[in-house]
C-alpha cells in the first residue's frame, strides 16, 4: 500500500529543487487501490495529492496540469474556461479546475498553472506544439516533464512538438476559432493552430524508440516505489531525443506507414482543401 509518506518521497525522487516548471502528466487509476491515506473518503484523494503535489512544487515554481478539450470542442464549438474538460486529461486536472487555477486561452490546448504565473499570464499563445506555444515555453524554461500513474506514450503531449518542429509529412496546419465562455457567458474569443493528423486515417504510433531514449537520459528520474509509476524528464533531454530520432528516421514511430503514405500521396491535399471551404 501507499501511504502519503511515500507519496512525499516519490516527489522528492522525480521532482527536483532546481526545477523552476514542472508539467505533470497523470492518470491516478492506475494505482488508486494501492493508496491508503487518513481520508474519511475516497473522493477526498485527488484533492489530497494535488496539495502534496502544489506543497513540492511551492508558489515560487510553477506547476502545469493539461486541460485538454479536443473532444468537447468537437461537440460545443466554444471554450468555457470553468466547464469544457476532456475525461483524459485525468481526474488531477478536473480537481485543479475547481481549485481555481489560472487557465490559458486556447480552444483544444489549454493548461491549468498554479504558483508564480506573472509570465504565463503575458504570452501570446498562438500554436499548440510549435512557435508561440506553451511547448515552447517549457523548451525555454528546460521544464521538468512528469508522468504519474502512466506510459509515457500516453501520458506526454510533448512528444507531438518534435512532429511539428521536423515538419512530418503526416500532418498538417488548421486554425480553430471560437468564443470563450465563463460559466456559460461570452467573455471573449481564443483560437490556435494545430498541427493535425488526418481525420480519415487516425495514426498508429510506436514510441518504444523514444521511450528507449528517455530512460537512458541523464535527466531522467523515476520514483523507487514499485507500487506506483512516477517518471521525469527535462525539456531539453527531449529536445535532444527529439532531433536525434527525427532528423535521422521520423517514420520510425509510425506504425501504420503504408496506410499514412498513401493517405499523404492520394488524399492529403483533398483533405486539406476541404477544410478550408
Partial sequence: MIEEKDFKIALDEVIKDEDEVIVLYSGIYSFIHNLKFNLKSTKQLSNKILKLIEKKVGKKRMLFLPSFTGKFYNKHGFYDIKKSIDDSNGVLSKTALKNNYYRTFQPIHSYLVYGNTS????????????????????????????????????????????????????????????????????????????????????????????????????????????????????????????????????WMIIKNKNQTKKWIKFEKKNEILKLKI
Fill in 119 to 250: 509570465n504565463i499570464k503575458k504570452l501570446k499563445l498562438i500554436s499548440s506544439w510549435g512557435k508561440k506555444s506553451i511547448l515552447e515555453f517549457f523548451s525555454k524554461k528546460n521544464a521538468r516533464i512528469c508522468n504519474l500513474g502512466l506510459p509515457w506514450n500516453k501520458g506526454c503531449a510533448y512528444l507531438h512538438r518534435f512532429e511539428e518542429i521536423y515538419n512530418v509529412p503526416w500532418r498538417y496546419s488548421k486554425k480553430f476559432f471560437c468564443d470563450i465562455k465563463k460559466n456559460g457567458k461570452k467573455i471573449g474569443k481564443c483560437s490556435e493552430i494545430k498541427f493535425c493528423s488526418s481525420i480519415n486515417v487516425p495514426l498508429k504510433y510506436d514510441y518504444f524508440p523514444l521511450i528507449k531514449e528517455i530512460e537512458n537520459s541523464k535527466s531522467f528520474c523515476k520514483s523507487t516505489n514499485k507500487d506506483f509509476k512516477f517518471e521525469s524528464i527535462k525539456a531539453r533531454c527531449l529536445n535532444k531525443i527529439g532531433k536525434k530520432i527525427f532528423s535521422k528516421n521520423p
